[in-house]
């Protein structure tokens, strides 16, 4: 019967631990879209009126695009009053308003040009593409197949240099258990593009956007049971 309580085995079931790692590159799933429209206005009431006319054209235009952008939310929507820079009464010069909008576009072909309609409306600035992948894409499942796959044919090296073989499987750790990921991931170098406020004179032509590709990493700790090495 196999002693699996000792914690670095023992000379009849000797115990070897490795760590298999995985890094692979595969191309973005979704691309974010960091969406933020403005109004100013002499009083509340224009401002945010002119801020809902200006959301509704945005919303109106991504949703043209159809299954293209898979999801839309709308974020923090704020009407701040801009004080008069002289004077000690509060009064108020002006009120500016803004209203934060993510989208989630999957169809790649149609992303430069959406990117550069957005751009186009009156005081709508865009950031992104930050391109990624789903939670549930199989490249991670792929990357930890690899991993576990590469501390197995280590801990096989390893038992084949003493003229052993292993005999089972005692622990099995996935090293990112405990991290917490971020709900987006980080713009890399050269990110986000931006595009700035007002109207464009004139239609733009559609951006090429390059999406750039995404390194999966996987990561375990494994021990394993041998057989008695011939020392």
Known sequence: MTDTTAPYGTPEHPRVAVRGEARIEVDPEIAHLGITVTARGKDRRTALEDLTRRNGTVLELLRSYGPAVEKLETGALSINPELAEKGRDEKIRAYHGRVHITAVVN?????GELV??????????????WWALRPDSPAHANARRQAVHEAVQRAREYADALGSHLTALVELADLGAENVAPALPAPPAGFPRSAGYGAAAAPAPALDLEPRRQTVCAQVNARFIMSPPEL
């Open 107 to 111: 169809d790649f072909t149609a992303l």
């Open 116 to 129: 550069t309609r957005v751009a186009a409306l009156d005081m709508t600035r865009v950031n992104g593409p």
